[in-house]
């Protein structure tokens, strides 16, 4: 079956989960990233590692989580370490093959802010900050990126760096003394983007079903590069469809149950 | 040696205006119910402490109880920004608040040294990140065998930290189960403790490896069924994800704000707590 009724945001999803091997220990963000780690796990990589920062390794939830340490991370994981360890022994120690990150605001090189809009000290917009993501760019093998594109979020210059991917690109990761590869793939709700290997710019490498260059440029706030042996994205599967879906359908009823808590 | 008391009693003697706190938890075991009586005593200039401040330190925050706060990800964690820390940030209500930012491996570290007596951490991080242009508290050390340049922070050591865990027995040794955080290094980097737990019990029932705080090293344990609300006790009730939610509304207008923190928080008292984990309790 072909799944010709699907949304971008779901094309999104399913395309970034297409990038998990089943042999991959990856380090998930929340939101976009959990979504695509998840549909990944259950479908063509069922034994892939999950690990989020609250310290759950090897987590199977049977809905996406609202928060990085809902119970259910916890109580599905193969083992749950403290903070602490997680970021020292885990990450830093190099056991991460994939972090896989959204970004608030990124550049061409897939450099990430997610701490302000505007000036450090006078900031239009007050973020949440780094958390783990600082060190998950630089000590995870590699980084996936998943988000929706505009112009406000895919932007020339960013105003923080939060986390460093290619830096101003070619070498520069290389000159800081970082050994990891850094972004190797970014997957938005219109295409798949790649770094060039020399210059480290992300270029589209495939056009999801139904997207132009025209589309892509349009919610991109750079010159946007297309590579030379363009591709289409394959659309979603019918079994990659529902099984979205049905993750959806039980996240949102299970994140809306009980009655509203009167205090906070 | 852990005193059992009552959380008034426990926060009146534990925390002073001006001090440096921690109220630590990693979205599981949020210690609201202390937070909430810090607030009604009044204490102020606080520096505040934690890896993830969520809803209560906005709530601190926007009650004016902040002078500075220490942080690596501030946001109402699956639903977005907190409201009342951005008002502070960007317009200066009520009060503006120094921030000192950093990335969860920095503070994590920062902890465990604390806790191990150490004056600073060093790891591996904020390599390319520019954190440490707008953070003079992030340095650099040289490691003096391999000469790998290294990320510096100084030790946390709050001059009090609170924490919500499961149990304690009769002794006042103390359980947490489930996602353990940085709460046993908060305990441990503190001058002092407060500890909240749901309930006391003969037995621990607890296996050799679980994450125990004996009870010579905690100061105060106070009773206070449902005291993470609207966070989790994992064994106890779930996380009340409706609450995070409605809190995004609450805390979007100040007026909003000061009238729900009078209804729920001013006055309101510690065993309001048990009743607001009624509906979860059965529906676990």
């Known amino acids: ?264 | 040696m852990a005193h059992f008391m009552t959380l008034p009693e426990a926060v009146a003697q534990n925390l002073h205006s001006g001090d440096m706190a921690a109220f630590e938890g990693f979205t599981h075991l949020i210690p609201h119910a202390s937070a909430h009586e810090a607030i009604r005593q009044g204490v102020k200039d606080l520096t505040l402490v934690r890896m993830t401040p969520d809803v209560v330190y906005d709530q601190f925050i926007g009650m004016g109880a902040v002078r500075k706060l220490i942080f690596s990800y501030a946001g109402n964690p699956g639903v977005g920004l907190l409201r009342r820390l951005r008002d502070s940030v960007e317009n200066g209500w009520p009060n503006r608040i120094e921030i000192e930012e950093h990335s969860h491996a920095a503070v994590a570290n920062a902890y465990e040294a604390g806790a191990a007596g150490l004056p600073f951490a060093a790891f591996r991080g904020y390599k390319g990140a520019e954190l440490a242009k707008v953070n003079p508290n992030i340095k650099s050390v040289t490691c003096p065998f391999t000469g790998e340049e290294l990320a510096a922070v100084p030790a946390i050591r709050p001059d009090v930290s609170f924490i919500h865990a499961q149990k304690a027995d009769r002794k006042g040794n103390v359980l947490i189960e489930g996602i353990v955080g940085v709460q046993k290094e908060a305990v441990l980097a503190a001058k002092r403790s407060v500890v909240t737990v749901e309930e006391i019990v003969d037995d621990l029932e607890t296996h050799p490896n679980a994450c125990v705080l004996p009870g010579w090293a905690v100061t105060a344990i106070c009773v206070v069924p449902g005291g993470a609300h609207p966070s989790y006790a994992h064994g106890y009730y779930p996380r009340d994800n409706a609450s995070y939610i409605a809190w995004d509304k609450i805390a979007a207008d100040r007026d909003t704000f000061l009238a729900w923190m009078k209804d729920n928080v001013l006055d309101a008292t510690p065993e309001d707590f048990a009743d607001r984990i009624k509906h979860l309790r059965s529906a676990s």
């Open chain 1, 1 to 264: 079956m072909s799944g010709t009724d699907f949304t971008s945001t779901e094309m999104m999803t399913i395309a970034a989960s297409r990038a998990l091997k089943n042999t991959d220990v990856c380090f998930v963000g929340i939101g976009a990233p959990s979504a695509a780690c998840n549909i990944a796990r259950l479908t063509h990589a069922p034994d892939v590692t999950l690990i989020y920062e609250s310290g759950t390794i090897g987590t199977a939830p049977t809905v996406l989580p609202l928060s990085i340490g809902d119970g259910e991370l916890c109580d599905t994981a193969v083992t749950t370490v403290s903070v602490p360890e997680m970021f020292r022994y885990w990450l830093q120690g190099g056991r991460v093959t994939v972090g896989f990150l959204g970004a608030a605001q990124i550049d061409r090189f897939g450099n990430i802010n997610t701490t302000v809009i505007g000036d450090y000290d006078h900031p239009k917009t007050r973020l949440p900050g780094g958390g783990g993501a600082p060190e998950i760019a630089s000590s995870c093998g590699e980084i996936f990126i998943t988000m929706k594109q505009s112009k406000r979020a895919m932007v020339e210059k960013i105003d923080f760096f939060t986390s460093f991917g290619h830096g101003e690109g070619g070498d520069h990761r290389q000159r800081l003394g970082i050994t990891t590869k850094g972004p190797t793939l970014m997957v938005t709700d219109l295409a798949v983007w790649k770094p060039d290997p020399v210059t480290r710019e992300f270029t589209v490498v495939s056009l999801h079903p139904g997207v132009t260059r025209e589309m892509v440029q349009a919610e991109c706030g750079w010159t946007v590069r297309f590579a030379d042996a363009l591709d289409e994205t394959p659309e979603p599967t019918g079994i990659e469809l529902k099984t979205l879906r049905d993750l959806n359908t039980r996240t949102k009823a299970a994140h809306s149950g009980g009655k509203t808590g009167e205090a906070a």
